[in-house]
């Protein structure tokens, strides 16, 4: 949930509909923004919930008229391809296109990255992040959520804290790596570990045609004693999809 102030009064844009019926438990049917009226709380292209401050009629210069609507998430007109996303607008007056990679991360959205980074199943990340008893929606928004550059980078950065913390620093795993190749076979699933860790500490990004997206659930002291042991820690969870070769 983020809001902005015009003429002291706030505004909000709410991240879910959950979090917006939990201010407005009887509020009725939300439309998307193109089908609502001034007043009307609507939801964004990327399913954020605002309200349309107004909705008037703008002529142009070929005098042909145009339905517009104005939120805390700038302008758009009706009838344009233009996308509506449920960010706070430096300038509500503004029909300047906005791109959902260049969202930035709600404060939710970083509780969500943090509670996963944490070691928590996306889908309880999600609940606890955005208030919701729906499992199907919480699964199904946890997945969007983590599909997206901005939040697997915090996902990211905060593991990479988390194994800071316990020694694992890249130049940790790389000297163990050159150590365990040394060796004889029966390393492998160690090595197996070690390579899964590396993924996760993002020391092997590239750019494959397959963008490989890693959820990492935390370890326990057991898992961390293997790490550095026996091997054993595990992966929960990992995602392959394929992407288009970027040249």
């Known amino acids: ?38 007043g009307d709380w609507v939801f964004t292209d990327d399913n954020c919930v605002v309200q349309i401050l107004k909705r008037d009629i703008l002529k142009s210069h070929t005098n042909r008229k145009e339905i517009y609507i104005r939120t805390i998430c700038g302008q758009r007109m009706i009838r344009d391809k233009k996308d509506l996303i449920g960010e706070v607008s430096s300038n509500i007056y503004s029909f ?12 939710r959205e970083i509780m969500f990255a943090r509670y996963v980074a944490s070691g928590i199943s996306p889908v309880e990340s999600y609940k606890k992040a955005f208030p919701t008893n729906n499992h199907e929606y919480a699964k199904m928004k946890s997945r969007q959520l983590v599909s997206t550059t901005r939040v697997q980078s915090m996902i990211k950065e905060e593991v990479q804290k988390a194994l800071h913390g316990v020694g694992v620093t890249p130049e940790y795993l790389i000297e163990r790596f050159k150590d365990i190749a040394d060796l004889s076979e029966r390393d492998s699933d160690k090595l197996r570990s070690l390579e899964s860790l590396a993924k996760i ?32 820690a595990r992966i929960e969870a990992h995602i392959d999809r394929q992407i288009e070769s970027k040249e």
């Open 96 to 107: 300047s296109r906005q791109n959902p990679k260049d969202k930035k991360l709600s404060s």
């Open 201 to 232: 500490a993002g020391i092997f990004d590239s750019n494959t045609e397959k963008e490989q997206l890693t959820v990492w659930t935390g370890f326990t002291p057991e898992q961390l004693n293997a790490i550095k042991g026996d091997g054993n």
């Open 1 to 38: 949930m983020d809001f902005k102030v015009i003429k002291k009064i706030k505004h909000y844009v709410y991240d879910s509909e959950e979090e917006f019926r939990v201010q407005y438990p009887k509020y009725g049917v939300i439309k998307a923004w193109r089908d609502g009226n001034e």
